[in-house]
């Protein structure tokens, strides 16, 4: 934005001039690039996705003319099956980022400050200041391990969020830590974003019969190979969800296309496509965290698809550079605590194999 | 929500509490259904979109795990070429619905009121109430034939948006007006919501570049036969885009997905198509608009892919109603100024026919 004028300015809301945007992993076209940078699945969706697809294409072209279905009640029946919960326990919307701005807008727009770790997904700070909450927001720092301190989530708060397995730090929390905040919080909307719980964390679904207080966020991006796609959801009582469901009928009322939803809807139909793909890459980075700690690395014990490791020998940034020169990208984080290390998405296991030897024979001989 | 205790609700933010979501015009599953209620197009989209969808099932499947381009590059050029303007100068979003809302908080969220008229797209006030400047909001009666005075738009504001062709009414307003509004109000932004611009009224698109406080919001959703797609556009200069950018990748980094850019760039690559398509409802709505003229409706003059016609004889509501029971949707707006109208959608000559038929031998015999 520094080649926009003053004047110009004068154009913008005065609360967007002070908007800092979050910056998206980066999606560079470059040939025999090993992306290990955006925590995206090595495996591609389930090939029932494209049949779905194809069938759209077959069936319903001319369908396309028409809007989607704006509750895309086929999606979330799927999700509701697939996830054991009532239809009217599910929320969607266009990838979990824009479900988790409308969980900010529904539930967190507060006289009393909002909690959040000072180590986690750094879209919650932009959503902060995007529905300008940001001096009613409580950063409270992870313990030396990285860990969340339960006890901190027992103050005055207007609503809590926390990412399980967190990210970068790839680090789960148990479900009798995050039943202790809900506890601890009978007048707060706690909310567990789990973008990358199926990679062996246990979701807090389970819990939101319990819970009144409780919404757990999950995605397709991930465990599902779609990030290309864009579905998100929540699952949550129904009270919870009328909120999320007010907020978005009142900003965009069909946010999921008929591609996604058929697509979106035959991935929650192969359980078993899932399950197998999210084992292998559990399995792949059990393998890759053995082989970074043989070459000398500090990897976090992780929970997701990705890892989140530093060498004591070499400054982060370097390295990520260095691997950046020899066409891998992984993910670094230039912010206190974390300078030192480098997010690696599990890639297949010649891909990682590729990154452990260019580790290993090129940059550290 | 009626169903949500007070006690429930102490979990939603105070703000959402209040919020009056827009309510899209249904979307029923009904057999042999006539749906004219919510201005689709009544023609397929070129052929080339779904080859287009095609490719990417054939080529790239795989590249479904990966997040879309979150700038949908692709799509900015073919808008850009198209409209013939700057990549620059274009803005894409997940409908214009989502385009709208982050125009409303980019530039609307000011000190001074914003100002539409009282019969316009019934999503500003939702956008208004989302963004909390609904108490800054300056309502203009359009005259008594439904048209905007000009002069009514030379008074202090914090912006102004105005759908041209405006939405129920039809009516298209001139370039000359729209000038004057732009030349009168050098400090707001003033945005035109040109959703329905392609069937028969003027694009403010060529006055872009002269003025620095224009914003152009267009759709794919109705001349392009895309509303089961979702992808809406801005076109503006520079300085303003940015703004858009800023809010949103302040909400949502990827809301285009795989499918919808491939599918809308190829829309936009195929003209011929369009303009042919384009042709056929304006002539098809000249020949409906004469039908019913002659059945004794009052018509207003449209430049639309919608009429909005009323009835002297009849009541509105009891002819939405008793077309309904015909299994013909036209949509009714109840309303002050327009509640003895009916909105509606132009459909194939076959669709028209029926429709003058079940009100002329039917109906009102």
């Known amino acids: ?67 989607p279905d704006p509750d895309a009640t086929a999606l979330k029946q799927a999700i509701a099956k697939q996830q054991h919960v009532e239809v009217s326990h599910v929320f969607v919307g266009n990838g979990s980022d824009e479900v988790l701005a409308h969980i900010f807008k529904a539930f967190f727009v507060q006289d009393k400050p909002i909690l959040y770790p000072d180590i986690t997904y750094s879209f919650y700070p932009v959503y902060s200041q995007f529905f300008e909450i940001s001096t009613q927001t409580k950063i409270l720092p992870l313990n030396d391990d990285f860990e969340i301190n339960v006890e901190d989530y027992k ?45 062996g964390a246990i979701s807090a679904v389970n819990l939101v019969e319990k819970y009144d207080n409780l919404v757990v966020c999950q995605t397709t991006s991930k465990s599902r190979s779609l990030a290309g796609l864009r579905v998100g959801f929540a699952i949550a009582q129904p009270h919870l969800i009328a909120a999320l469901e007010a907020v978005k009928n009142s900003f ?22 899932f399950e197998a793909q999210c084992q292998k890459v559990i399995e792949t980075r ?63 296991d010649a891909q990682n194999q590729r990154l452990v030897d260019t580790l290993k024979n090129d940059i550290l001989v």
Do not use: H
């Not at 520094?2 to 967007?16: K, L």
């Not at 990897?299 to 698809?305: G, I, Q, R």
């Open 252 to 273: 965009n009322s069909y946010p999921i296309d008929r591609f996604a939803i058929a697509a979106a809807v035959a991935s929650f139909e192969d359980q078993e496509y």
């Open 1 to 67: 934005m520094s080649n926009i004028t003053t004047e110009q300015m004068r154009f913008w809301s005065p609360s967007v001039r002070e908007l800092e945007p979050y910056v998206p992993g980066e999606q560079p076209k470059i040939q025999n690039l090993l992306k290990l940078n955006t925590n995206e699945n090595p495996y591609p969706p389930s090939p029932k996705v494209v049949a779905a697809v194809q069938a759209v294409l077959v069936d319903s072209a001319d369908a396309l003319r028409l809007y």
């Open 155 to 199: 103050q005055p708060n207007g609503g809590i969020i926390i990412t399980n397995p967190n990210a970068p730090t790839s680090i789960a929390l148990g479900l009798e830590a995050i039943e202790q905040v809900l506890l601890a919080n009978p007048d707060s909307v706690v909310v567990i974003d789990e973008a990358y719980v199926d990679f």
């Open 286 to 348: 059990e393998k890759l965290t053995a082989d970074l700690e043989e070459i000398g690395f500090k990897v976090l014990p992780s929970k997701a698809n990705f890892i989140f490791a530093s060498l004591a020998s070499k400054d982060a940034a370097e390295l990520a550079k260095q691997l950046r020169e020899r066409g891998i990208i992984v993910r670094y984080f230039n912010k206190p605590r974390i300078n030192q290390f480098l997010r690696i998405t599990i890639g297949t």
